[in-house]
C-alpha cells in the first residue's frame, strides 16, 4: 500500500471514530435537553435545526423529484424522523449505551437477511444472546424500563428501514438524499416537540443546546462518515460502526454517570462482535448497510 493510500485510509478511520464519538457525546448534550423541553423537543430541535444547518451547504432544492422517485424518499424521511424520536423517548429511562445496542438490531438485521451461511447464524445467535441479557426478563435487570426497551427495539426497526429506503432514495437523488430525508424527518417530528414543548424551545437557554445537538449528532457525524464511506471498503465501514453500542455505553458513563453492571458491559459486548463479525465475514459484493451518500 502506498504512502498516500495509507494516509487516506487512516484520515478514513480517524474520521468515522470522530462522528461516532461525536454522535453519542449529541445523544448525552440531547438527554440534558429533556428536562427544559421533554425527549420529544429535544428531537424536535436536533431534526429541525439540522435541516436549517445542512441546507446552505448541500442545497437540496437542486434534486429532480418526481411522481416516481418521491415515495422511497417519503418512507426514508418518517424512517429518520421515527427513529429518532423513539431512541429519544427510550433514552428517558434507558442508559444511551444500552438503548444504542438496543437500536443496533436494526442495521444487523438488513446485514443478515439475505444471508443463509452457517457462519451469518452464528452472529444472529451471539446478536440474540446480548439482546436477550439487556431485556428485563431475568433477576438484576429489573431497573430496565420494559417500555423504554421496546422504544429502542422499535428505533431500530426504523434504522433498517432508514438502511433499507436511504439506499434507494440515494441512488435516485445522490448527495441530495440525506438533507431530503431530514426535511422530510423534521416535518414529521418537529410539530410533535412543538405541541409538547411550545416555546420553551426557543428559550435563550435551550436553542443553544438544540444547536449543539443538531451539530454533534447530525451535522459533523453525517459529513465525516461520508469521508470515510468514499475511502473505505464497506467491510471496514461495518466493521468500525459496530463499535458505537460501546462507544454510547462509554459516554454514557463519563457524561450521563450511567453505570452499566457487568452482565449488560458482556451483552453489549456480545452485540459490538457479531455486527463486527458479520462485517468482516461478509461475501465480497453483498451489499452492506451504510448511509446513503
Same mark, same amino acid.
Given at each position: 500500500? %502506498? $504512502? $498516500?493510500?495509507?494516509?487516506?485510509?487512516?484520515?478514513?478511520?480517524a474520521?468515522?471514530? &470522530?462522528?461516532?464519538?461525536?454522535?453519542?457525546?449529541?445523544?448525552?448534550?440531547?438527554?440534558?435537553?429533556?428536562? !427544559?423541553?421533554?425527549?420529544?423537543?429535544?428531537?424536535a430541535? /436536533?431534526?429541525?435545526? %439540522?435541516?436549517?444547518?445542512? @441546507?446552505?451547504?448541500?442545497k437540496p432544492?437542486?434534486? /429532480?423529484?418526481?411522481?416516481?422517485?418521491?415515495?422511497?424518499?417519503?418512507?426514508?424521511?418518517?424512517?429518520?424522523?421515527?427513529?429518532?424520536? !423513539?431512541?429519544y423517548?427510550?433514552?428517558?429511562? &434507558?442508559?444511551?449505551?444500552?438503548?444504542?445496542?438496543?437500536?443496533?438490531?436494526? +442495521?444487523?438485521?438488513?446485514?443478515?437477511?439475505?444471508s443463509?451461511?452457517?457462519?451469518?447464524?452464528?452472529?444472529?445467535?451471539?446478536? &440474540?444472546?446480548?439482546?436477550?441479557?439487556?431485556?428485563?426478563i431475568?433477576?438484576?435487570? =429489573?431497573?430496565?424500563?420494559?417500555g423504554g426497551?421496546? @422504544?429502542?427495539?422499535? =428505533?431500530?426497526?426504523?434504522w433498517?428501514?432508514?438502511?433499507?429506503?436511504?439506499q434507494?432514495?440515494?441512488?435516485?437523488?445522490?448527495?441530495?438524499?440525506?438533507t431530503?430525508?431530514?426535511?422530510?424527518?423534521?416535518?414529521?417530528i418537529?410539530?410533535?416537540?412543538?405541541?409538547?414543548?411550545?416555546?420553551?424551545?426557543?428559550?435563550p437557554?435551550v436553542l443553544? @443546546?438544540?444547536?449543539?445537538v443538531?451539530?454533534? %449528532?447530525?451535522?459533523?457525524?453525517?459529513?465525516?462518515?461520508?469521508?470515510?464511506? /468514499?475511502?473505505? +471498503?464497506?467491510?471496514?465501514?461495518?466493521?468500525?460502526?459496530?463499535?458505537?453500542?460501546?462507544?454510547?455505553?462509554?459516554?454514557?458513563?463519563?457524561?450521563?454517570?450511567?453505570? @452499566?453492571?457487568?452482565?449488560?458491559?458482556?451483552?453489549?459486548?456480545?452485540?459490538?462482535?457479531?455486527?463486527?463479525?458479520?462485517?468482516?465475514?461478509?461475501?465480497s459484493?453483498?451489499?452492506?448497510?451504510?448511509?446513503?451518500?
Amino acid at each position: 500500500m %502506498s $504512502q $498516500q493510500r495509507k494516509t487516506s485510509v487512516w484520515i478514513a478511520v480517524a474520521s468515522l471514530l &470522530v462522528a461516532m464519538f461525536c454522535f453519542q457525546i449529541g445523544a448525552s448534550v440531547a438527554k440534558q435537553l429533556f428536562p !427544559l423541553v421533554g425527549a420529544q423537543g429535544a428531537v424536535a430541535l /436536533r431534526v429541525g435545526l %439540522s435541516a436549517l444547518i445542512m @441546507l446552505p451547504f448541500t442545497k437540496p432544492w437542486r434534486a /429532480r423529484l418526481t411522481r416516481d422517485n418521491w415515495q422511497p424518499l417519503a418512507v426514508y424521511g418518517v424512517a429518520m424522523g421515527t427513529m429518532n424520536f !423513539l431512541f429519544y423517548m427510550a433514552l428517558k429511562t &434507558v442508559p444511551l449505551g444500552i438503548a444504542v445496542a438496543l437500536e443496533f438490531s436494526g +442495521p444487523l438485521s438488513v446485514a443478515l437477511i439475505h444471508s443463509r451461511r452457517w457462519l451469518d447464524y452464528c452472529w444472529v445467535a451471539l446478536a &440474540v444472546m446480548g439482546l436477550l441479557l439487556l431485556l428485563p426478563i431475568r433477576q438484576g435487570a =429489573a431497573h430496565l424500563d420494559w417500555g423504554g426497551v421496546m @422504544l429502542a427495539l422499535g =428505533a431500530g426497526v426504523c434504522w433498517a428501514l432508514y438502511i433499507v429506503f436511504g439506499q434507494k432514495s440515494g441512488a435516485v437523488h445522490g448527495q441530495y438524499a440525506t438533507t431530503l430525508g431530514v426535511i422530510v424527518a423534521g416535518a414529521v417530528i418537529f410539530p410533535i416537540g412543538l405541541a409538547h414543548a411550545g416555546t420553551a424551545m426557543f428559550r435563550p437557554d435551550v436553542l443553544p @443546546l438544540g444547536i449543539g445537538v443538531a451539530i454533534l %449528532s447530525s451535522a459533523v457525524p453525517y459529513s465525516l462518515e461520508m469521508i470515510g464511506l /468514499r475511502r473505505l +471498503p464497506a467491510q471496514a465501514f461495518g466493521t468500525l460502526m459496530s463499535l458505537e453500542p460501546a462507544a454510547g455505553a462509554l459516554m454514557g458513563l463519563l457524561l450521563l454517570g450511567e453505570h @452499566l453492571t457487568g452482565t449488560e458491559w458482556l451483552a453489549i459486548a456480545l452485540v459490538v462482535a457479531a455486527s463486527m463479525g458479520t462485517a468482516l465475514t461478509v461475501k465480497s459484493g453483498e451489499a452492506h448497510p451504510r448511509l446513503p451518500d
